[in-house]
């Protein structure tokens, strides 16, 4: 099936330090999302992403949406505690299917 | 509140003893779907539903059935649980296809 690449893995920054993430796909999505799963929950959307090209805040968080369709970034700036948790991109090429990446695990030190 | 809530939160089971975990969604939304979460591989769909009565696969449907009787019920089935289907589950729900879901608490699932 499709796959997303997401990266980093994993971050260990210090609280008030700015983080970036991104995911690349060899194939176009018309949609990219990015969702956050705090420790024994479900995901939860945090920006939704439908133009190519766009860019798209929520709070300290901003996503784009690469203009090739291939690829999205998440910056979230001046770190908090409460962002520790694992993010998530995910494309979509049509109304069916979502495909996600392999997560970023964020760890901050206070 | 607008939720989607799944049943049991945590479950051992036996190889080859048949399991239902059930989903239910009531924010009146079409589109439903199962998803597995495994270390290092991210989520990955098992089957979706877009509508009533309309249920596809989705990457990874091996060992599993759904159904979709009514809209807002989309329960997993496990005829024969075997080890490998040993993992974090969630179901899903969104009003306008995959695209914005709204994601259950999980269901841990332990096949030995």
């Known amino acids: 099936g499709q796959q997303l690449n997401q990266s980093p893995q994993s971050m260990f920054i210090q609280e008030g330090e700015d983080v970036s993430m991104n995911c690349t796909s060899s194939?176009?999505?018309?949609?990219w999302l990015w969702y956050k799963q705090d420790p024994g929950e479900g995901p939860v959307l945090l920006i939704a992403l439908y133009k190519a090209g766009e860019l798209t805040s929520n709070g300290r968080l901003t996503a784009q949406f690469g203009i090739t369709r291939k690829d999205s970034f998440l910056n979230i700036s001046a770190s908090i505690p409460s962002d520790v948790g694992i993010y998530f991109c995910a494309g979509s090429q049509g109304a069916q299917k979502l495909v996600f990446g392999q997560g970023t695990r964020l760890t901050i030190n206070p | 509140e607008a939720q989607v809530t799944q049943n049991p939160r945590y479950l051992i089971t036996v190889t080859g003893k048949k399991l239902t975990v059930t989903c239910s969604q009531n924010m009146n939304h079409e589109y439903m779907s199962w998803y597995r979460q495994d270390p290092g591989l991210g989520l990955r769909q098992i089957y979706y539903s877009m509508n009533v009565e309309v249920t596809d696969k989705g990457d990874v449907p091996e060992g599993y059935k759904v159904s979709r009787k009514e809209k807002r019920n989309f329960p997993l089935i496990l005829e024969s649980p075997s080890p490998n289907q040993t993992s974090l589950y969630f179901c899903a729900s969104g009003q306008s296809g995959a695209y914005e879901q709204y994601f259950g608490p999980g269901t841990r699932l332990t096949v030995t």
């Open positions: 194939s176009i999505f018309n949609t």
